[in-house]
């Protein structure tokens, strides 16, 4: 009998898995700044005389996500009293496809280098989204978000999307998940 042995998840190291999210809490003020803390400790705007707005709330997402691959729970406390709390979830960073690297020639003589080629993309912008909120983009393959006049903008990598798109074209939905605006693009 040709049996496997059972399949075992490479173990992360402790340093590795936090035992707790990161705690973020954002008050919004009378005047609409936001003060933030992140685990008890302010986190503040990268410029010396800058506050974080409603109109900076994208950006500052980032700046305490590092990009969108750190996942926090966040709280946001607004002057009317409500408070609403959300987890933001952390993108995984994905290698490049196998094969994409340059191989670089056995000698200096006869072989040709490949540079790898970049992916095809599509922007895709809309407007009338509420500044800084989620922008879904459907098929859902990514999420961005509004910026601080409230457009949204996307890029495609067209190679990617190729199979599921008839002749090379085809539409995206990008959806605004709190204002419900909601835009079809034809892709080039």
Known sequence: MNRNPPHRATPQKPEETPVVLPHVVITVTETGALHVTVDGTDFRPPSQGEKWTRSTFGTLLDAITANRTITVRIEVHETDGTVFTDIIHGRRRTPPPAGVEASEPASGRGKHTTKPRGPALAE???????????????????????????????LLDLDRFRPVLRDGTGEVVLLGRVSATLHVRRLP
């Open 124 to 154: 895709v912008t809309a407007d009338g989204f509420v500044p800084g909120e989620d922008v879904a983009v459907a098929v859902i393959v990514s999420h961005t978000d509004a910026t601080g006049t409230g457009d949204a903008r996307t």
